[in-house]
């Protein structure tokens, strides 16, 4: 029940396409998802975070949908770039930061220039 | 603004011994969660110390502990270490008080030969 299934485990996209990622959760007290990236020797760093009272959230090209029956939320790259070639998590807690996260396995993205 | 750092960077260690990683949080931050990640896996929550005590713990056996110091800056200790330990160990920092995320580190990478 604390687990997060996230997929695909890799994604090659061209530069310029829509990378998309999806996740899945059991636990409904999960109040708090959000997506990390990271880069090969570096910690993950926040990219964008929703809340269950909304089922969408945009950040420039980074889209959060969420589908709280389903209990399901995706990320949406648009316009994808080379540089964002990375690794993404989803992931979910039940309190913004003070309480643990847990993680999905992680998507590898690749996007051909 | 100094972000979350982590010292080593890396190390290496033998079967058996004891290693302490470091960990000093965010300006501002008053609590440090720490978190396994294996090569190619996501996070895995160890435990999370506030006000120098443990306040969550994941399902890491009794050879993980920790230590959270006045300064909020905190330790993450392994005994007895085992070839599964190898790892990347990544500290974060967040704000009880504050609706914002957490912080990550970027790891310290633990090898056992």
């Known amino acids: 029940q604390q687990q997060v299934k996230q997929s695909p485990q890799s994604l090659i996209v061209q530069k310029g396409g829509i990378s998309i990622i999806n996740c899945a959760y059991e636990n409904t007290a999960f109040d708090y998802f959000p997506w990390y990236q990271q880069f090969p020797g570096k910690g993950p760093a926040l990219l964008i975070a929703?809340?269950?009272?909304?089922s969408e959230k945009k950040e420039g090209r980074f889209t959060i949908s969420f589908n709280k029956s389903a209990k399901q939320f995706s990320l949406h790259i648009m316009d994808s770039q080379p540089g964002d070639s990375a690794t993404y998590f989803c992931a979910a807690s039940t309190n913004t930061g003070g309480f643990k996260t847990i993680f999905g396995a992680g998507t590898r993205l690749f996007v051909k220039a | 603004d100094a972000g979350v750092t982590q010292s080593p960077t890396h190390l290496i260690k033998t079967r058996g011994q004891q290693v302490t990683l470091r960990c000093s949080p965010k300006?501002?931050?008053?609590?440090v969660s720490w978190y396994q990640q294996a090569l190619g896996q996501g996070p895995q929550f160890i435990f999370q110390?506030?006000?120098?005590?443990?306040?969550q713990r994941g399902n890491f056996p009794d050879r993980f502990s920790g230590h959270q110091f006045p300064n909020y800056s905190s330790e993450l200790n392994v005994n007895a270490l085992l070839l599964g330990d190898s790892a990347l160990y990544l500290c974060?920092?967040?704000?009880?008080?504050?609706?914002?995320?957490?912080?990550f580190g970027d790891g310290t990478r633990l090898s056992i030969l």
């Open positions: 929703i809340r269950p009272d909304v």
């Open positions: 110390y506030y006000e120098e005590e443990e306040r």
């Open positions: 974060a920092s967040s704000s009880d008080n504050s609706n914002q995320p957490q912080h």
């Open positions: 300006s501002g931050h008053d609590t």
